[in-house]
């Protein structure tokens, strides 16, 4: 028909538009994911806050780091530590699963689970997923009762994380201050395309040896010998087909448990005392396979002073305040708090749209705190916190004094059983970093957990 369209005929690749925008409106409707990550250098708490959450979650999930992250949970005046396994692998009506962004040590994983189960964890295999994608590797540090070649398959990364520490100190004086648990080196097997997955062991070991040029045959013949690949390989699953159903199949309540924190992240922390992973919110997108779009409700967990474990630049740090061995301690009387910037600065990449504020009860003989609210750089304000680390050296804090309660709070239960000037303090902090504060934690138990709103 000449000089007119046709009422079929549509512009070229039309249809693609809309196919295109149909995909992203059936992307949108999938489930979100609530996400715990950790705004300072770790050690805040998250534990906590992931097994208040996970009382009603269906899944709770590890998206990044390895066992160097540790998670405290009391429930029932009994205390778990975890290290691989995510915290909500306590709620018995929720399945866990540790993602391909994590790194693993598998004989450190049986280890963690047998020593919880003496504190009464059970059933823990028949409630745990393993990401078929998940990295291998192995810092020897643990009293395995397992036989000793189990530990010994990923020697290699132990050692060259020590070494790497030792030729640091002897060539610059200084070290990075990491756990010596092999997982830089895990991460950089990785990225240089050499590591051996989960997937791997499960499957044809001649064929990843040959791929690798032999280097690992020995070792791993062994460790399929002792059966070790028979045990994980009821709980391995394909991890991004996995979180494809568990988004887009029937609602549910998916949990992220963030490791370390948003100043050890290996982009935005203080680098290069950092771990070696994402720690903050965009971690939970490759470590799990989940789409920017399903990132829902991101919580910050942030103690109600700052401490932080190793080496690099901390501006309030106290020098002459006892801490325990390895810890810097951002805590004296007066105190000094987490500063304002430190906070600010996580938050703008997502470490948390409303806080949990742990760990008030620490401050409660203080009689005045004193709070972090600015760096200075020359004598004038700097609205950054310096990506690098001499810089950093050399900002001056300046502080504002608040008056502090010197009365037991570890009794609190409600906002109004607080004193009025720790409630000051609280509303202080939640006004300089401009995010809402939903929970105070006066405690370790579940219940010493009080929810503002």
């Not at 009422?7 to 039309?14: H, I, K, L, Q, T």
């Not at 998250?46 to 992250?69: E, F, H, M, P």
């Not at 070494?163 to 060539?171: H, I, M, Y």
């Not at 304002?340 to 409660?364: E, F, M």
Request: charged share 25%; with cysteine; proline share 5%.
């Amino acid at each position: 028909m000449s000089g007119t369209r046709a009422s079929n005929d549509r512009p070229p690749g039309a249809g693609g538009v809309k196919r295109g925008r149909l995909q992203q409106e059936a992307a949108a409707t999938g489930s979100r994911v609530t996400v715990v990550l950790g705004a300072q250098w770790g050690d805040e708490g998250k534990g906590k806050v992931v097994d208040l959450l996970a009382t009603d979650a269906d899944i709770v999930s590890r998206c990044q780091g390895g066992n160097n992250a540790g998670h405290t949970v009391v429930v029932d005046g009994k205390e778990y530590d975890f290290h691989l396994l995510p915290s909500g692998i306590i709620n018995t009506k929720a399945v866990s699963f540790i993602g391909n962004g994590v790194v693993i040590h598998l004989p450190g994983l049986f280890e963690e689970a047998e020593k919880n189960e003496k504190k009464g964890l059970k059933d823990w295999e028949k409630r745990l997923i393993i990401s078929d994608r998940a990295h291998l590797g192995d810092p020897n540090t643990c009293s395995s009762p397992f036989p000793k070649i189990w530990v010994r398959v990923f020697d290699f990364h132990q050692a060259v994380d020590g070494l790497q520490e030792v030729q640091r100190q002897v060539q610059e004086g200084k070290n990075i201050g990491t756990t010596k648990k092999g997982i830089g080196p895990t991460y950089s097997s990785k990225a240089a395309r050499t590591g051996l997955r989960i997937c791997d062991l499960l499957s044809d070991f001649d064929e990843f040896s040959a791929r690798t040029g032999g280097h690992s045959e020995g070792h791993l013949h062994r460790f399929k010998n002792l059966g070790f690949a028979e045990r994980i390989r009821p709980m391995v699953r394909d991890g991004v087909y996995f979180m494809y159903e568990a988004l887009h199949g029937a609602p549910k309540k998916i949990l992220v448990e963030g490791a370390n924190a948003a100043l050890l992240d290996i982009d935005f922390g203080t680098y290069p005392f950092v771990t070696s992973s994402n720690c903050t919110v965009g971690g939970v997108c490759t470590g799990l396979g989940i789409p920017p779009q399903n990132i829902g409700d991101v919580y910050g967990v942030v103690k109600a002073y700052t401490t932080r474990v190793g080496i690099g630049a901390f501006p309030t740090e106290q020098i002459n305040v006892s801490a325990q061995p390895g810890l810097r301690a951002g805590l004296q009387g007066p105190c000094s708090a987490a500063p304002a910037p430190q906070h600010r600065r996580a938050h703008s990449k997502r470490a948390g749209d409303q806080l949990a504020l742990t760990k008030l009860d620490i401050l409660d003989v203080l009689s005045e705190i004193k709070v972090g609210i600015a760096y200075k750089l020359n004598g004038k304000r700097i609205p950054y916190f310096p990506a690098n680390q001499e810089i950093l050296q050399k900002v001056e804090v300046e502080y504002e004094t608040l008056p502090g309660w010197n009365a037991d709070t570890t009794g609190a239960r409600k906002w109004e059983d607080l004193p009025p000037q720790a409630q000051n303090y609280v509303r202080f902090v939640e006004n300089h970093v401009g995010v809402a504060v939903k929970w105070v934690g006066v405690g370790k138990s579940r219940e010493s957990m009080i929810q503002l709103f």
